[in-house]
């Protein structure tokens, strides 16, 4: 079964960095696009970083050259980097994946969350 474990959310200042981790399990690695995205409450979730099996990234312009996605293939992880953040990147970041799991099923599957706050 496919699951995904967000963690590295937190309280950070402005101008600060954090990193977070989603560690995948039950899925085939490269015939994956893996992602994240965030939600503010009363707003609809939206992406952040999105890669690709063949590493392919995209990111939106609200987060282009601040932020990085990248991914661990020997701990089935994909990370996202945060750095300078701001005020208006403070929600809740979900990690996604949609591909084929590991008995060749076609899934999409989110982590429950992880919240970042930036604020000083």
């Known amino acids: 079964q496919v699951q995904l474990v967000e963690s590295g959310g937190g309280l950070v200042q402005p101008g600060g960095s954090l990193r977070l981790s989603c560690v995948a399990s039950g899925i085939i690695f490269d015939s994956n696009y893996l992602g994240w995205y965030r939600q503010v409450p009363g707003k609809q979730r939206e992406l952040v970083a999105e890669?690709?099996?063949?590493?392919?990234?995209q990111y939106p312009d609200s987060v282009k050259d601040r932020f990085t996605i990248s991914r661990d293939h020997s701990k089935n992880t994909v990370y996202l980097q945060m750095n300078s953040l701001k005020p208006e990147d403070t929600a809740v970041y979900y990690c996604r994946s949609n591909g084929l799991d590991t008995r060749y099923r076609y899934h999409e599957v989110w982590g429950q969350g992880t919240q970042v706050t930036v604020s000083s």
């Open positions: 890669i690709t099996g063949g590493g392919d990234t």
